[in-house]
């Protein structure tokens, strides 16, 4: 066998360290940032230029309230009185999510697709972001319609979840793959 195919059949998932876990955070708040600028601020002010696919405003910890409410059986009143969205959207946003795109997301396109640059990496991410926000905590798990009935929420949370990823997969390409 030659290196090369010895090397096309390895798949190296990176070692979790400081340099990686100070990646994920710092790569998590600058998405995060991005995510809830792009969901709360610039998706409504440019809702004339682009309707109906901008407009509409992001609800993601009233998404975690739900969720978590229907999870744990608490309700989403009880869930949202103590803050526990804030913290899922926070927590996810700024270490399970850059983690899962390092940990998961980069070392399989790196193996499947050598040739998809890290910023198409990052957009596919986060379409998987979408996806699992919509459809699978939203609809699957709090009971909405599918991807939110394809309104524009659904397409301002397609575009802020892609931003949220390629933020990621930048601060991820500038930190340890330059």
């Given at each position: ?63 975690a ?7 744990t059986?608490?309700?989403s ?22 983690l ?49 009935g ?29």
């Amino acid at each position: 066998m030659t290196d090369m195919s010895a090397q096309a059949q390895t798949f190296e998932t990176p070692t979790i360290n400081s340099k990686l876990l100070t990646t994920a955070v710092l790569a998590g708040a600058f998405a995060t940032l991005g995510f809830d600028l792009f969901g709360q601020t610039i998706s409504p002010l440019l809702k004339d230029l682009f309707a109906p696919y901008l407009g509409a405003k992001l609800a993601p910890v009233a998404l975690a309230n739900q969720s978590l409410g229907i999870i744990t059986g608490l309700g989403s009143k009880l869930i949202s009185q103590y803050g526990i969205g804030h913290g899922i959207h926070l927590l996810t946003g700024l270490i399970l999510y850059p983690l899962g795109y390092m940990l998961i997301a980069r070392p399989i396109s790196k193996k499947v697709t050598p040739f998809l640059p890290w910023w198409g990496t990052g957009a596919v991410y986060g379409v998987a972001l979408f996806v699992f926000a919509l459809y699978i905590m939203a609809h699957l798990v709090a009971g909405n319609p599918p991807f939110l009935g394809w309104g524009s929420i659904t397409w301002v949370a397609l575009w802020g979840h892609m931003v949220f990823g390629l933020i990621v997969a930048g601060v991820h390409h500038w930190r340890h793959e330059k």
